[in-house]
């Protein structure tokens, strides 16, 4: 009986290192395709690392230039708003002067005394005459 029993376990023992080895290469299988994969990724994210600082870089130059567009076009924005100032300032005189000429009331005066266009608001032309 004992024979027996050494048999059996000698039997079991073979089975277990058997699916023990199967079960092994399996897992070296599975390491092996991991390993694969992870390189590949490592691959992937090298490249899109480099893309990235290339972009990067392509970006910094553009902010670099737009900046010194700008500030080469700063002086060009300043003087069409100083034109525009004077020639506002311009108008302004010469709608003075015509209305003092010519001694004309312009929108804002209105005849305070007058209660029957207290509601309504007159308006009156403004002439300008230019030599």
């Known amino acids: 009986m004992i024979e027996w029993s050494v048999g059996i376990a000698a ?17 070296m299988a599975t390491l092996a395709e991991t390993k694969e994969t992870l390189y590949d990724a490592r691959q992937s994210v090298n490249t899109i690392t480099d893309e990235a600082e290339e972009l990067m870089n392509e970006a910094n130059k553009i902010s670099v230039d737009v900046k010194g567009k700008m500030e080469a076009v700063d ?15 311009a108008t302004s005189s010469m709608k003075r002067n015509a209305l003092e000429k010519e001694n004309r009331k312009t ?25």
């Open 11 to 27: 039997v079991a023992f073979v089975f277990l290192v058997a699916f023990l080895i199967l079960t092994l290469r399996k897992l």
């Open 75 to 89: 002086p060009l924005v300043e003087s069409v708003r100083d034109m525009g100032e004077m020639l506002h300032s």
């Open 107 to 131: 929108i804002d005066t209105q005849d305070t005394n007058d209660t029957q266009n207290q509601n309504k608001q007159e308006i009156h032309p403004v002439r300008i005459k230019m030599k």
